[in-house]
């Protein structure tokens, strides 16, 4: 976490910062430090679901001089992304939860395109003062409730030879169907994910189209996969990767508010590919859930 606490000790202007949940006292320390200091500090955190989570940072925050807001009513706040100077945005899969760093898959990556920063603070603008908003798409930008699905869909449709594919959810209809199209066509999915039973039906759908699952228990002993991206055709000329706060629900992808970015960017692409590898090495094959007799009416997975 090193690189995101120095971007904001660097800030010398401003620090806007969108979070679903914030428990971090060394991130919380360096915005309070840059509040004193004289820096615009602007932090909004959800209060849909994470509410009770996050009033001990909302407290503290207020309390040193940032200016703190509650995110939309109504809706899900799960945007995760720091800018600094309205220059550099970091956009992020994972939360600013120190407890989780140790044991948790998650990715961030820096964004300096002009274009992307500025449509990035025009939102953060407008939720900070509660108003309607648009966001705007930037140069690759990938917005909840937007354009998020498409997005998706389009990085599914148009791989020719690979699809990587790590998430914490996977409960798109359209999105599985899309998965399942491509492995069918003779593209080779593989998808690592956290065991959970509530996925296990999509998880059968793609397995019988020829998509490869393997997954980690869910066991605070091995990792906990909570990243969200999407790596298509790595190490081929037309390679790109989507990463960001969506996970493959309805919900993330059509009403919450979300950011992720679509980059080609080599470099980018190569260090999630590799990552998204070797995560599915290490995990266990899925396995259709075998079901008890009928005597009981009971069924087990």
Not at 25 to 52: F, S, W
Not at 249 to 260: F, I, M, Q
């Amino acid at each position: 976490m090193g690189p995101v606490y120095r971007l904001i000790t660097s800030a010398r202007s401003s620090v806007d910062l969108s979070i679903y949940e914030l428990a971090d006292p060394v991130a919380e320390g360096d915005l309070a430090a840059a509040a004193a200091r004289g820096v615009d500090v602007r932090v909004i955190l959800d209060q849909d679901l994470e509410r009770p989570a996050n009033t001990a940072a909302y407290r503290y925050l207020a309390a040193h001089g940032v200016h703190v807001r509650w995110g939309p009513a109504g809706t899900i706040y799960h945007q995760k992304t720091l800018t600094i100077d309205h220059a550099t945005s970091l956009i992020m899969t994972g939360n600013l939860v120190s407890r989780d760093y140790p044991g948790t898959r998650d990715f961030a990556v820096i964004d300096t395109g002009t274009a992307d920063v500025a449509a990035i603070v025009a939102t953060f603008d407008a939720d900070f003062a509660s108003r309607p908003v648009t966001p705007p798409d930037g140069t690759d930008l990938v917005w909840s409730p937007t354009n998020a699905q498409a997005s998706v869909l389009s990085v599914i449709d148009g791989a020719a030879r690979t699809l990587a594919v790590e998430e914490e959810e996977m409960d798109d209809p359209a999105v599985t169907s899309a998965l399942e199209a491509a492995a069918q066509r003779g593209v080779r999915v593989t998808i690592t994910m956290t065991a959970d039973p509530e996925w296990d039906q999509a998880f059968a759908e793609l397995t019988r189209a020829g998509a490869h699952i393997r997954l980690y228990a869910d066991s605070a002993s091995v990792l906990y996969i909570h990243a969200k991206t999407i790596v298509a055709d790595a190490g081929l000329p037309g390679q790109q990767v989507l990463v960001g706060s969506q996970n493959f629900s309805v919900a993330s992808l059509d009403y919450n508010r979300e950011l992720g970015i679509l980059t080609r960017i080599p470099a980018v692409v190569s260090a999630i590919a590799a990552t998204l590898a070797s995560d599915y090495a290490a995990a266990a094959p899925f396995r259709l859930p075998a079901s008890t007799g009928s005597g009981s009416g009971a069924r087990c997975t």
